[in-house]
C-alpha cells in the first residue's frame, strides 16, 4: 500500500499561483487513481481535482476547472496540482488521495490519504 506525501504548499497574495505535489516513497502510484481535496477551517472536505491511473481522465470541481490543473508523471511517481489565480477563498489544507478502484470526485473512494499541506492566499 502506498503511503502519500504532499507538498508545495504556502502563504500567497491573491492572484499568484501555487504547485502542490504528492509522491509515494513505498511503491509507485501508477496503479492508483489520484485526488486532490481542500478543507477549510470549519468546513467539510471538498472536491478539487482528480486523475486517473494513466492520466487520460480528469475530472475537476466546477470552482476550480478554469485556474487548476492535476497532472501526474508515472515514472517520477509524482502527480501536481497547478494552481492559478488564488484567491482567499482557495486557502485550505489541500489532501491528496489514492484509489485502486475508478477515478471519482466521491471522498469515500478513496483509502489512502496523505498529511496535507497548507495553502493559504491572503488578499
Known amino acids: 500500500q502506498v503511503q502519500l506525501a504532499e507538498s508545495g504548499g504556502g502563504v500567497v497574495q491573491a492572484g499568484d499561483s501555487l504547485r502542490p505535489s504528492c509522491s509515494s516513497s513505498?511503491?509507485?502510484?501508477?496503479?492508483?487513481?489520484v485526488a486532490w481535496f481542500r478543507q477549510a477551517p470549519g468546513t467539510e472536505r471538498e472536491f478539487v481535482a482528480a486523475?486517473?491511473?494513466?492520466?487520460?481522465?480528469?475530472i475537476y470541481a466546477d470552482s476550480v476547472k478554469s485556474r487548476f490543473t492535476i497532472s501526474r508523471n508515472n515514472p517520477q511517481n509524482i502527480v501536481f496540482l497547478q494552481m492559478t489565480s488564488l484567491q482567499p477563498e482557495d486557502t485550505a489544507v489541500y489532501y491528496c488521495?489514492?484509489?485502486?478502484?475508478?477515478?471519482?470526485?466521491?471522498?469515500?473512494?478513496?483509502?489512502?490519504w496523505g498529511q496535507g499541506t497548507q495553502v493559504t492566499v491572503v488578499a
Open positions: 513505498i511503491r509507485a502510484l501508477d496503479d492508483y487513481a
Open positions: 488521495a489514492a484509489t485502486l478502484g475508478l477515478v471519482s470526485r466521491d471522498v469515500g473512494q478513496y483509502n489512502i
Open positions: 486523475i486517473s491511473r494513466r492520466g487520460n481522465k480528469l
